[in-house]
């Protein structure tokens, strides 16, 4: 186990905590930008640590692609590779091919899916997954799981259930840094209570070094959302850190921190910004509306990030319509406040 977990103070079930990784100690809650290809679109990576961004998630189904695990293994990995001297972490690749692919197929040996270069199959096996993350070599690595929508109902979520916990024996079987990289393992079930807690304890009893909530924020409700990640928080040690997957609305993540959950990512804050579109206390400014034209206040007057103290609100209209110069500043602003958030 390459990490140290310790609460630091509580209220209620809500923690803050200092998680060791071997690159960085890191203080929770805290929220990780998606760094896709080991970038963050459009800001360097001394302007992430400039607003305090403590983990870079990467996607390993993208850097496998390009510029592929060996290349970046043979350049010292993703560290020195995106010179990022904070910590990171991958996921497995098996939700990039099941929601961004064609005919992706889930079977016992793993996934198979159309290569997006050449059209042939291929196969993404727990084993493969584990191996390619080894090379990039990230702080943090997810165990390979079998993903599935919360809203599909029925046999296919307790047959993924059950697939994700055998899976996670071949993920610590296949790893081969476990003093330098730390495997989560991921819990899956759906909205089903029986089911969620199955997997909680499939994990548990393996004793890995983290926990995260999979399988969430895919159209469920909020109420249902945030009753699996209480029920799931809940039954998790207490002594390792929880992770959920894929959120990134600042309620969210305010919502699931008073539930005992530590560690979030999502693209939505960079995202939201390549359309123009800012996170304020009030919920979203848009600035390619109109109104903003000749608006000469900062985005946020509350916020004391570079964007917020040296432009203004009509200077980044007119940018955000005609110059990549806009999504830039404004993924900048929302990722510092996303940062404020967990803090």
């Not at 293994?73 to 990039?96: C, E, I, V």
């Not at 993920?171 to 089911?195: M, S, T, W, Y």
Request: glycine share 8%; proline share 6%; with cysteine.
């Amino acid at each position: 186990m390459a990490l140290r977990f310790e609460v630091l103070g509580r209220f209620n079930r809500a923690r803050a905590a200092r998680l060791t990784l071997p690159h960085f100690v890191c203080q929770t809650p805290l929220f990780m930008p998606v760094g896709t290809q080991g970038t963050i679109k459009g800001l360097t990576t001394e302007q992430l640590e400039e607003i305090g961004c403590q983990i870079i998630l990467g996607n390993t189904y993208h850097l496998a692609l390009r510029p592929t695990s060996e290349l970046i293994d043979d350049l010292g990995g993703l560290h020195k590779f995106m010179n990022w001297p904070r910590a990171l972490l991958t996921d497995s690749g098996g939700f990039q091919m099941v929601s961004l692919l064609h005919l992706a197929d889930i079977t016992e040996e793993g996934v198979t899916f159309q290569s997006p270069v050449d059209g042939k199959p291929m196969l993404l096996t727990p084993e493969e997954s584990i191996q390619i993350q080894n090379r990039i070599g990230a702080d943090i690595i997810m165990a390979l799981d079998d993903v599935v929508k919360t809203t599909i109902t029925g046999p296919r979520i307790e047959e993924a259930t059950y697939r994700t916990i055998r899976w996670i024996d071949r993920c610590i079987e296949a790893h081969k840094r476990p003093n330098e990289q730390n495997l989560f393992g991921i819990v899956q079930g759906g909205l089903d209570p029986v089911l969620r807690d199955i997997c909680v304890r499939g994990l548990v009893d393996r004793n890995l070094p983290g926990y995260a909530i999979g399988g969430l924020a895919g159209g469920e409700s909020k109420d249902s959302f945030w009753r699996v990640v209480a029920q799931c928080t809940a039954s998790l040690p207490e002594e390792k850190p929880r992770y959920v997957m894929g959120v990134g609305y600042p309620l969210d993540i305010v919502v699931c921190s008073a539930l005992g959950a530590d560690m979030y990512d999502c693209v939505y804050p960079t995202r939201t910004a390549r359309f123009g579109t800012a996170l304020v206390p009030e919920g979203v400014l848009k600035l390619k509306h109109k109104a903003m034209a000749d608006d000469t206040r900062p985005i946020d007057p509350t916020c004391d990030c570079m964007v917020c103290k040296n432009y203004t609100r009509a200077y980044i209209h007119c940018l955000v319509t005609k110059d990549a110069m806009g999504s830039q500043l404004l993924s900048y602003h929302n990722l510092y406040y996303m940062l404020k958030v967990c803090t």
